[in-house]
């Protein structure tokens, strides 16, 4: 079930909730049963300080103004490269 908003012409906008697709594009409004015309909204993200929204908002904004790192995160412990101790690897070419 999705929320939809109606506006009613006389009063403030009603929601009803209705499944997708499904919804009626004219509601009789509760108040005065005018009919009133489903309005376009911006959904409802209600979660917006959620890891998920905060996820999808930084890889938007990272699509056109990628973060610049200048450092190691800090905090996090230094990469050690593991060598090996064979001494035949020694002959190897290095890149
Ligand atoms: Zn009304």
């Keep these: 079930m999705t929320i939809y908003e109606y506006r009613c012409p006389d ?3 009603f929601e009803a909730s209705h499944r997708i ?3 009626p594009d004219s509601l009789a409004c509760p108040s005065c049963g005018k009919p009133s015309g489903r309005m376009i909204s911006a959904p409802h993200l209600s979660k917006s300080g959620s890891p998920a929204f905060r996820l999808i908002d930084s890889t938007h904004r990272s699509a056109s103004e990628p973060e610049i790192v200048n450092s190691q995160i ?5 990469r050690v490269q593991s060598y090996s101790s064979n001494p035949l690897h020694r002959k190897l070419p290095r890149p």
């Design 11 to 13: 009063d403030p906008p």
């Design 74 to 78: 800090p905090g996090t412990p230094r």
């Design 21 to 23: 697709g499904e919804a």
